[in-house]
Nanobody
Framework: VQLQASGGGLVQAGGSLRLSCAAS????????MGWYRQAPGKQRETVAV??????NYADSVKGRFTISRDNARNTVYLQMNSLKPDDTAVYYC?????????????WGQGTLVTVSS
């Protein structure tokens, strides 16, 4: 399985971007899909996760970011509104597959989001 992330770029504070994560196969096989980010000098953190019909968000992005999926296009999206300079990071998409005792992770290559003040 390959995950291809796209949609990053440079945007001013208050602006919006939409990230896309296209999978090479059906995404319905995955237990969950999500977006993570890593800012310079910081650890990777969870941004948003979608599993079935449920979504979860980091407190820092609640009300501003929305994760969604299109099974027909095998793609997961992250709509990011009201962007802040603190949102600057490399964003990675992730998919998890398998039983709890043998969960397998797939990662996309990352897409850079830069928010200027």
């Amino acid at each position: 399985v390959q995950l291809q992330a796209s949609g990053g770029g440079l945007v001013q504070a208050g602006g919006s971007l939409r990230l896309s994560c296209a999978a090479s196969g059906s995404i319905s096989r995955f237990n969950s899909m999500g977006w993570y980010r890593q800012a310079p000098g910081k650890q990777r953190e969870t941004v948003a996760v979608i599993s079935g019909g449920s979504t979860n968000y980091a407190d820092s992005v609640k009300g501003r970011f929305t994760i969604s999926r299109d099974n027909a296009r095998n793609t997961v999206y992250l709509q990011m509104n009201s962007l802040k300079p603190d949102d600057t990071a490399v964003y990675y998409c992730n998919a998890k597959e398998g039983p709890w005792y043998g969960l397998r992770d797939y990662w996309g290559q990352g897409t850079l989001v830069t928010v200027s003040s």
